[in-house]
């Protein structure tokens, strides 16, 4: 938790003290150079076993920025509080000791823990988990140790970035009504833009798709009216959406705008009657004081690229709260917890493997 890992440095000196704990135990690493601008970051593979079925588990070492406090980690009774240790370096650390219980007590199936140091960052070049598959490093079914409860997240919701750009007309500041303030259309645009019908859609396991105004530029100096104005729109749309009549809705604003697509991942799905599903949510019901559904997740993980390469996968991580806020924490209790479950896990679909597939 110590590594700031909102760096590219950082992230990679995280990767070199993983890489450094496993040989410290004798179980060997491979490693992978990133492509175009992350070729300066490394991904790390460990692999237990030889058997079926392939299980991959995955976690990041990267981290959104935090507080400087929060880069020193501190426990209050059964809480550990830090930036990162919700999600999701307290799973990635019960995973990797669970890699070396089943090296020790002998592994059925064959297990790859992948270790990448790009999930959080902004995207424009091939992935850590991208590099990884374009490996060979696929699998049956693939576990991701984000943060839920240790409930399942078998669906996740799709991601579509957009820039908002409005036009309005220049005047000088004592006289606005000769001008056209592109920061107020920007802001009418966006209150239009949370109330059209895409916006009041659900699904399933999903009450609402999700807008965020994540950044807004418009302006130059305090003596004239603004002509131009740019903001950026982070939807998370639903499974059942489409996100090309999503981008159709926000063109038809009756405002003067271009709307440009920066980004877009599909939305992730597995049927909860897949098998490994089902053994994972047997495993968790152990421990698990209620019911451990499968859940909507409303975030993004890289899950979206082992979908893509026919991996279904979950997420599935500890108990905690406050990730990506000042007051991120997660149950330690729930850390070894997590630990004996992926083991269990493992241990139950490598006795049963061939059934499973």
Known sequence: MRYRSYTPGAAQSAIDFINGWFGARGLETARYTGAGPREDLTSLVVRVGDGDPRILLHGHVDVVPGEESQFEPR??????????????????AAMMYA?????????????????????????????????????????????????????????????????????????????????????????????RVVSLPFTQQRSELFPYPSVNLARIIGGDVLNRVPDRCTYDLDVR???????????????????????????YREPTYVTRKNPYVKVLREVSARHFRGNPVGVGRHGASDVVY????????????????????????????????????????????????????
């Not at 426990?75 to 990635?92: P, S």
């Not at 820039?163 to 107020?184: D, E, F």
Request: with cysteine.
């Open 75 to 92: 426990e209050d009774e059964d809480e550990l509080y830090g930036r990162g240790v919700y999600d999701m370096k307290g799973a990635l």
């Open 99 to 191: 890699i070396e219980d089943l090296q020790k007590l002998g592994c059925q199936a064959t297990v790859e823990l992948l270790v990448v140091p790009d999930e959080e960052g902004e995207h424009g070049a091939k992935t850590g988990a991208e590099v990884l598959i374009g490996n060979g490093h696929v699998g049956d079914f693939m576990i991701t140790g984000e943060p839920t409860d240790f409930h399942i997240g078998t669906q996740a919701k799709g991601v579509l970035d957009l820039r908002v750009t409005m036009r309005g007309k220049s005047a000088h500041g004592s006289q606005p009504w000769l001008g056209k303030n592109a920061a107020l259309l920007a802001y009418e645009h966006y209150r």
């Open 237 to 263: 749309f639903l499974p059942n959406q489409d996100p090309e009549e999503i981008v159709r809705q926000i063109r038809s604003v009756d405002l003067p705008a271009d709307v440009e697509v920066l980004f």
């Open 306 to 357: 082992f979908q893509r390469a026919g991996v279904p996968g979950v997420e599935f991580g500890p108990v905690g709260g406050g990730h990506h806020g000042p007051n991120e924490y997660v149950v330690t209790s729930s850390l070894e917890t997590y630990r004996q479950m992926i083991v269990q896990f493992v241990q139950i679909v490598g006795r049963n493997g061939k059934v499973l597939g």
